[in-house]
């Protein structure tokens, strides 16, 4: 008799089951990150989208090797391209085989005129954001940073960071994320 194939486990599974491997509740893991138990609940149950910097402060935070959330069953990654999707941003990873390393490269295309539809977000580490093509707004902090084609920011993404797309066009960034 022919086994059934193994149903691929989504994000917000794998999280509950190490969380509750680890036995720790929705308030212990929001110490550790940072995030509210509300938004660790909606992750785990797969209602929102966490971008990848929350990915990387949650793999943290369980001990996890961050590429066993960021990435999804072997055979749809591949066909995929390493392309996830949130409601206004989708990022391609441009770093596959660096998961036990500290640097990940991210190329990031911001719909038009969107703003991210996160809660400002924040993770352990720094970012790098270069503009391909486009024009966006970065909030860091209470800092507003304006960036255009050619330009770039470094910041402490330790601070609450938001993305919006200020042009009626798609907008490509170039993101390094360092975690120590």
């Known amino acids: 008799m022919a086994k059934k194939p193994a149903r691929a486990v989504n994000v917000g599974e794998k999280i509950r089951q190490m969380r509750e491997k680890l036995k720790l509740d929705y308030g212990q893991l929001a110490e550790k990150t940072g995030y ?5 609940e909606e992750i785990e149950a797969g209602t929102v989208v966490p971008p990848v910097g929350t990915l990387i402060q949650i793999s943290r935070a369980l001990a996890l090797d961050s590429s066993s959330l960021l990435s999804e069953d072997r055979k749809v990654e591949r066909r995929k391209s390493y392309l ?3 409601k206004a941003y989708s990022y391609k990873c441009l770093t596959p085989d660096a998961q036990d390393k500290h640097l990940w490269a991210y190329l990031v295309t911001l719909d038009p005129e969107k ?3 996160m809660v400002a ?6 970012e790098f954001m270069f503009v391909i093509e486009g024009h966006v707004e970065v909030k860091v902090g209470d800092e507003v940073h304006e960036l255009k084609k050619g330009k770039n920011l470094h910041f402490d993404s330790g601070k609450p960071h938001l993305l919006k ?3 009626p066009k798609a907008t490509k960034l170039l993101v390094v994320v360092y975690t120590p």
Do not use: D, M
């Open 115 to 117: 703003i991210h539809e």
């Open 36 to 40: 509210q138990a509300e938004y660790l």
């Open 121 to 126: 977000y924040k993770h352990e580490g720094e």
């Open 84 to 86: 996830k999707r949130t």
């Open 165 to 167: 797309n200020l042009s």
